[in-house]
């Protein structure tokens, strides 16, 4: 018990820090190949944070969890909007670039929305459990593929230069590599030893791929997110939550479905489901309003969070 708390703390520690490195290494990059910090935010920051899910979903395939796999893509979707988003807005209301709320979200809520459908087909035909099967996960890859089509045509837009200085190129990119590896080891840390705290509770694998599991690997999302609107780099927070999202449904649960096989009998509630489509709704509805998700908005998506996870623990 003493030495899985320890390692817990320790693998906190090395997740903030390798955080911190990776804001500074991503946003000196966007710097140094004048592109703007958003794409940085949805390629490179995001994809880095969500390696932890990625390594989850295949493991847990591979070894039959097949709860596990949907619930770390689920519970994570839910994590990054309403806790992250959430906690960055209490820290300073996050600005949204037009291009974002038109193009980036509305792709969000599509491949999402999608992911939701392919999962429920008991709800369309009572005949038939719900199953998500490889025909599925090629649909979420193709939805990637739309996305990444996007980006390429995004990296060709330079951004004019500007007054702030960044370190070289070399030093921004071991500052990304350094700042992965501590979130990647950092986020072990945590999963393995928060997963053996709650089995000594028994708890179901439910609820440990929705709370601890879905806490665990997004812990790089969360410490990314609030560090980068701190340093008030606010496109590479909402990037980060965005591109996270995406890289989620399209490679975390599409790819490794798509190579190693599909998932039968989906035993998830259509609760859990619901709240990940409504998270994301809600960030399109607010970033569409006045282009800016305000402190008074993170506080609603902190206490649909708190209402959410009361439902999921104690029901």
């Known amino acids: 018990m003493i030495l899985q708390i320890i390692l817990l703390i320790f693998g906190f ?30 390629t490179i920051v995001a994809f880095g944070t969500s390696a932890p899910e990625f390594a989850v979903s295949v493991k847990s395939l591979l070894s039959g969890n097949t709860d596990m796999v949907l619930g770390n893509v689920i519970g994570s979707n839910i994590l990054n909007i309403l806790l992250i988003l959430g906690l960055s807005a209490l820290f300073h209301s996050l600005k949204v670039k037009e291009n974002t709320v038109k193009k980036e979200i509305p792709i969000t809520l599509m491949i999402t929305t999608a992911f939701a459908v392919l999962m429920c087909d008991n709800f369309f035909d ?17 939805f990637f593929s739309v996305f990444m089509y996007y980006v390429i045509g995004m990296a060709k837009n330079k951004v004019e230069d500007d007054i702030e200085e960044y370190p ?60 980068a609107t701190r340093k008030g780099q606010y496109d590479i927070a909402i990037g980060n939550v965005v591109g996270s999202n995406i890289f989620n449904v399209g490679i975390v649960i599409g790819l490794p479905i798509l190579l190693f096989g599909g998932i039968n009998n989906i035993s998830f509630s259509y609760i859990d489901i619901v709240v990940m489509v409504i998270s994301t709704l809600f960030l399109f509805i607010y970033s569409f309003n006045d282009k800016n998700i305000s402190k008074k908005e993170g506080i609603k998506f902190l206490l649909l969070f708190v209402i959410y996870y009361s439902y999921v623990i104690f029901m």
């Open 13 to 42: 520690i090395i997740l903030i820090k390798g955080a911190d490195y990776f804001v500074d290494g991503g946003s000196g990059i966007a710097g140094n190949l004048k592109v703007s910090k958003m794409l940085i935010g949805l």
């Open 126 to 142: 009572k005949n038939i459990s719900s199953s998500f099967t490889r025909g599925d996960g090629l649909i979420l890859v193709l």
């Open 168 to 227: 070289s190129m070399r030093k921004s990119i071991l500052l990304c590599v350094c700042g992965l590896v501590g979130i990647v080891f950092g986020s072990s840390f945590v999963v393995d030893s928060a997963s053996e705290l709650a089995k000594m509770f028994g708890v179901s694998e439910r609820m440990i791929s929705l709370t601890i599991v879905a806490l665990g690997t997004s812990l790089p999302e969360i410490v990314t997110s609030v560090s």
